[in-house]
């Protein structure tokens, strides 16, 4: 099921619902509408129908001429009884022929109750009449039979049903547009990932800022991914190219049996290099989706594994790493720019190294020192297979290996002279 078609059926849940409950609470309050008015309506026919009665000598006289006409005409659905002090009837209306009305046939004086019962509306009040010095207490009751009350709910819920439907399918067309239209950048972004990968496009472009995480991030993806393969093709085709020379010696040399260290030398030279392209074509590079590496247990892990190297020189190694510091680098772009800049660093010392890392308002830094011999100025060592003395070991490609790597991170790498004496190498990569 499609993102627009879960949206779609979730929101006609809803809707319905909604609608449902909206239905029930309407019908609930008309119906409390209108027994209020039929309630308000009896009571003011009973009001009449007082005003009609007389008491006298002979007792209580209702004229023949009622004010509501429909008392008069049996079945009319609207009857009329008015009882003594002991519930006995002593009038009951012309409409009232042949049909039971459960009247409240005994009230105390002022007292007023309206009931629904037996199927009908009825409406009682106790009066008292003082004639003469005499003194008589009435109950007058009317009732009115259900069917017109029943008639006025179902009329008006078939007209309830009809315009909550039609609001039903407005909203549900108005939701479909909205979702087409809200959901539009969705499709484009699917359409534009198509275009990518069928070379037709460089890139996504511009989207709300609610997608502009997302599309930033595949951007970077595609990026990475491109430079990625960029880097697997020029080392390839350098390593292609700067194996040519070597090769050309070695296939000279091999037609003087006294060259022999010609070859040897020309096959350390070619191992070095394959060594450096594969290193480089290998480098993570910066990508959006790792998660930040914590700097600090790195830095002891490599340091506890060149101390171990270097027991004899019983290195002084100090380490000044802020708490808890992290940053977004791949963790095996840290070891291999740290652990070459490190190790250079226990193999040049006397005594001391120092590893400082942390950031700034530039970014990130780590910085190696030593109390070595340093680097001369006018010395390439950032270079490939550059080496300033050929009897340590080494394939001069280390320090080449940790540029390509920040570069990579769009940072850099400088050599200069630390306070301690030696050589200090600094690595800085931007904020990220």
Known sequence: ?????????????????????????LDSAYQDSTISTHEARLLGQLYLLVSAAEFGSEGLIVSEKLPEPRLSYPGSGLYAQVSDSRGRPLWRSPSLAGLKVPFDVHLTPGAKIFSESGGFFVE???????????????????????????????????????????????????????????????????????????????RLGKYPKDLSPLTESLNQLIRHERAQQMRYRDALAELAHSLKTPLAVMHAAL????????????????????????????????????????????????????????????????????PDLAYRVDESDLYEMLGNLADNAFKWCRRKVRIVSGTDQAGFFLFVEDDGPGIPEDAKVMERGARLDESVPGHGIGLAVVKDIAEAYGGKVVAARSDLGGALFSIRLPQR
């Not at 849940?13 to 909206?22: E, G, I, N, R």
């Not at 078939?158 to 549900?172: I, K």
């Open 1 to 25: 099921m499609s993102l627009n078609e879960r949206i779609a059926l979730w929101g006609a849940m809803v809707l319905t619902l909604f609608m449902l409950l909206t239905a029930v609470a």
């Open 124 to 202: 009682s009040m106790g009066i008292v009449w003082v004639s003469g010095g005499k003194r008589q207490t009435f109950t007058f009751s009317i009732a009115e039979d259900l069917s017109s009350y029943h008639f006025q709910i179902a009329r008006y819920r078939r007209s309830l049903a009809v315009r909550l439907g039609l609001m039903s399918v407005l909203l549900l067309l108005t939701q479909a547009a909205v979702l087409r239209w809200g959901l539009s950048p969705l499709r484009r972004v699917a359409q534009e990932l198509g275009e990518i990968q069928a070379g037709r496009r460089e």
């Open 255 to 322: 037609e003087d049996e006294g060259l022999r260290d010609t070859v040897v030398e020309q096959l350390a030279r070619m191992d070095r290099i394959v060594g450096h392209q594969l290193q480089r074509a290998a480098t993570a590079a910066p990508s959006g989706f790792s998660a930040p590496c914590s700097i600090e247990p790195v830095v002891h892990k490599i340091v506890g594994s060149l101390e171990r190297v270097h027991f004899e020189k019983r290195v002084d190694v100090e380490i000044l790493v802020v």
